[in-house]
């Protein structure tokens, strides 16, 4: 079965820190990797996406690194604010499909 | 636009009881998905469709029905609740749109079997 492995489980970083949470996967045919938010009683949002032939994505604080070789990709979270606080989901779509592996979450929590 | 609604908020069954989880989107969405969430389990595929009258299974599709007779709605039963059906439902719907897809998530339903 396809998985997308997701860590750490849990985070805590200082106000203005980095947040970095890592997701690898073990099937080369997925071709569009996003990233959801959730926020505690809504549903998830997307955040931001990247796609396999692009090595790195930024959209304000929030960057994707992409690692082909590896399988791997990550979201950094630069200059990490208090409302950043939340569950952070990545995922990967098999190509030529409509649906998505999600990862496990990771919660972050971010301190004043 | 309401966006994603889905209905009940809350909901507690007993054993053995059926019920179902309402959807609606107005985006005029093509897909719609139900996803369960258990703690640590991260988002679960249950079923989804990818137009009216099409409907498929995802990785978690036992103990659960869907049908979708119109674009907006996307309704999931549940017969025979289970504890292990104990969890936070979401509906999604999207566009599919090469490297720009987005799901769009309703609020969730908190469903508890006892």
């Known amino acids: 079965q396809q998985q997308v492995k997701q860590s750490p489980q849990s985070l805590i970083v200082q106000k203005g820190g980095i947040s970095i949470i890592n997701c690898a996967y073990e099937?080369?045919?997925?071709?569009?990797f996003p990233w959801y938010q959730q926020f505690p009683g809504k549903g998830p949002a997307l955040l931001i996406a990247i796609r396999p032939d692009v090595s790195e994505k930024k959209e304000g604080r929030f960057t994707i690194s992409f690692n082909k070789s590896a399988k791997q990709f990550s979201l950094h979270i630069m200059d990490s604010q208090p409302g950043d606080s939340a569950t952070y989901f990545c995922?990967?779509?098999?190509?030529?499909?409509?649906?998505?592996?999600f990862g496990t979450g990771t919660r972050l929590k971010v301190l004043a | 636009n309401a966006g994603v609604t889905q209905t009940p908020k809350f909901r507690i069954l007993k054993i053995g009881q059926s019920m179902t989880l309402q959807c609606t989107q107005d985006?005029?969405?093509?897909?719609m998905y139900w996803y369960r969430q258990d703690p640590g389990m991260g988002l679960k595929l249950i079923y989804y469709?990818?137009?009216?009258?099409?409907?498929d299974k995802g990785e978690v599709p036992n103990g659960y029905n869907v049908s979708r007779s119109t674009t907006e709605d996307f309704p999931l039963r549940l017969e025979l609740a289970a504890p292990s059906q104990t969890s936070v439902y979401f509906c999604?719907?999207?566009?599919?749109?090469?490297?720009?897809?987005?799901?769009?998530f309703g609020p969730g339903t908190r469903l508890t079997v006892l």
């Open positions: 999604a719907s999207g566009r599919l749109a090469g490297y720009t897809d987005t799901q769009y």
């Open positions: 995922a990967a779509r098999p190509r030529g499909t409509y649906k998505y592996i």
């Open positions: 099937n080369t045919a997925f071709d569009y």
């Open positions: 985006m005029n969405h093509n897909y």
């Open positions: 469709s990818v137009g009216a009258g099409i409907t």
